[in-house]
């Protein structure tokens, strides 16, 4: 019993310093709102490296995450470790939407990272695998309003920044009324662009959960969504790569 619990705590002190050292090379995650990994790293009763199937991982959304890549045989733990590299190469991004949507036909929430490519296989984190294997993905943040007749909210937004480029745009969409983010596989006829940006200069400073001290913030008019919805964020370098990175928050309105 002595050396399992001594092996248990080298596992998740050996997984923190791995997830650690992989935030700071990478390029960024939303944490505001939470973008569903997140919401799974920053729950420190998710244990993503023991036991091995999974079962450490006490929220639901992010225990079916795991387990659904766990079947298709990919690195389970790859979509918490690389939390901050949910990212796509789009090099037509000039061509706009056409180009968005043939770089990521399906997995919305992983940037079609399926594990055929170079970012592994972050399938897990895409809306309605979990209701699959019996999970529902956690609201990671919940905005108040004064009463079902409010229609819109300016919210804050803010992607910490593990690596800062410039140039670059950003769209915000969200989920269509109706569409169930616990049932639906999301393809971009689910979801509408809510705002644009062009480039947006990165400012300093530290943020709760944030590894870096670099972040992009910005507001964004939401409309009202009274049950659970998500938001697609897209921040797209403008450079000869075209890479991309994509986020998932789940999110709801309340009075």
Known sequence: MKFINSLYIFVVVCGAAIMSLSLVSGHGFMIEPKSRQFVCNSNPSNSIWWPENGDGIVDAGCKAAFKYV?????????????????????????????????????????????????????????AGVPSLVGGAWTVGTTYQVASTSVTSKTVNFTFCATATHSPSFWE?????????????????????LVQSFGNIVPVTGS?????????????????????????????????????CFINCCDILFTV
């Not at 470790?81 to 929430?109: D, F, H, K, W």
């Not at 943020?207 to 939401?222: D, H, R, S």
């Open 207 to 243: 943020w709760t959960g944030c590894p870096a001290t670099k972040a992009y913030i910005f507001t964004v008019t939401l409309p009202t969504r009274f049950a659970k919805s998500t938001i697609i964020s897209r921040w797209q370098r403008d450079d000869p790569v075209g890479e």
């Open 172 to 192: 915000i969409y969200i989920t269509n009324p109706g569409v169930n983010v616990d049932t639906t596989n999301l393809t971009w006829n689910h979801v509408s």
């Open 70 to 126: 766990k079947a298709r045989g990919g690195n389970a733990q790859y979509q918490f470790t690389q939390a901050n590299e949910y990212s796509v190469n789009i090099p037509q991004y000039a061509n706009g939407y056409s180009a968005l949507t043939a770089a990521v036909p399906q997995y919305l929430c992983s940037a079609n990272a399926d594990g055929t490519g170079n970012f592994g296989d972050k399938t897990g984190m895409s």
